[in-house]
């Protein structure tokens, strides 16, 4: 039997409420797999219990595990801490440490789904790609950075090698999937995607059988609306792939279904994109698909495809027999509570 260290991360908000449905999956596929799993500081928590939004003993644990799992990060209560104390900066930290440099987010419309999305049914059904963002270099990251009295500054900064690694692993995501690859750029003003241009077109020779076109992202923006369908492999740098990301979670009707990972060389990270909503925290309205899927693909990228399969399937499943959480729900009385979708989709995964 297989074995594997989680570093369980819920972070603040609604983290810790999503967080809880994924541990039940956990729970149901431990005599499955060898899981051992445990809990540790990351974002608002850290900062309260040891001032550090990453706290040493939670980067340890995440370098020594063969997954991370994280819920959300951040909320009013420490907007006004300096930058290098915010929760956002554990998060980009934790990032930067374990070298996730290639996010992957699906963009997936379940024919359940479809009336939920403000989108008109016949430009959205069948919707199925995937948004390849850069994640550990760019403008996040890039110094010199300064807010002064009248001006503020940031610097947008990439290596040669950055960008190639990103790239060539979008284009072996798109050889497995429609092979076909668009990289979203503004090479008509930014020095930076020109240089992406380069790389993109020098990976592109060593896979000829992947069609390659390239998008301005304000071009990009727009055509995710009017023809998703369009779309196979979607290649960012991080900004503008942080951007895109967000926008397409309407397409399916909700950012609470959208999934993520955080794909290096060792220890992959897996997280919903949404964030952590203080506004609706503790309530348990929270929709915990997003992280229940985030924790297929943890899965999945640890080998365990089958159980990986069970878990979307009774995702799907669930879907159709017309559940709900409210923000999906047409009628607000009738959506369930999180707890209970995790409760559903475990029910659902036990009868596969």
């Known amino acids: 039997m297989e074995s594997y260290n989680i570093a369980i991360l819920s972070g603040d908000g609604i983290g810790k409420e999503i967080m809880q449905e994924a541990v039940k999956i956990l729970d149901l596929f431990s005599s499955d797999v060898r899981l051992e799993y445990n809990e540790y500081l990351i974002g608002g928590a850290g900062i309260d219990a040891t001032n550090n939004p990453l706290p040493d003993e939670t980067l ?29 900066k554990g998060l980009l930290n934790l990032r930067k440490e374990l070298g996730v440099y290639a996010n992957i987010r699906p963009i997936k419309v379940y024919n359940a789904t479809l009336e939920s999305s403000p989108i008109k049914k016949e430009i959205i059904q069948d919707v199925d790609f995937v948004i390849v963002r850069e994640l550990i270099s760019g403008i996040y990251f890039g110094e010199p950075r ?13 290596t040669r090698d950055e960008i190639y690694r990103v790239t060539k692993y979008a284009f072996e995501l798109a050889q497995k999937r429609n092979k076909k690859l668009c990289c979203v750029d503004k090479a008509n003003v930014l020095e930076t995607s020109q240089l992406w241009r380069e790389v993109v077109d020098s990976v592109a020779k060593q896979y000829s059988d992947v069609a390659v076109e390239f998008l301005y992202v304000d071009n990009a923006s727009m055509q995710l609306i009017l023809n998703p369908k369009q779309f196979d492999v979607m290649l960012c740098e991080n900004l503008f792939g942080d951007i ?16 993520s990972a955080s794909i ?36 999945s990228h640890l080998g365990e495809v089958e159980i990986a399969k069970k878990i979307e399937l009774a995702v799907n499943k669930v879907l159709e027999c017309g559940y709900r959480t409210r923000d999906l729900a047409t009628n607000k009385d009738e959506a369930i509570s999180c707890s209970q979708m995790g409760d559903l989709i475990v029910k659902f995964i036990k009868e596969l």
């Not at 397409?248 to 279904?257: E, T």
């Not at 348990?284 to 899965?299: D, G, R």
């Open 244 to 259: 895109l990301s967000d926008e397409a979670s309407v397409i399916g009707g909700s950012i609470g279904l959208l999934a």
């Open 146 to 158: 300064a807010k002064e009295m009248d001006r503020a500054y940031n610097t947008m900064f990439y």
């Open 264 to 299: 290096g060389d060792s220890v992959a990270l897996f997280e919903p994109i949404h964030g952590s909503a203080p506004d609706i925290a503790g309530k348990n309205i929270a929709n915990p698909i997003a992280m229940i899927l985030s924790t297929s693909m943890m899965f």
């Open 60 to 88: 340890r644990a995440c370098k020594a595990s063969n997954a991370v799992l994280l819920g959300a990060i951040g909320g009013e209560k420490w907007n006004n801490l300096e930058r290098h104390l915010r929760p956002e």
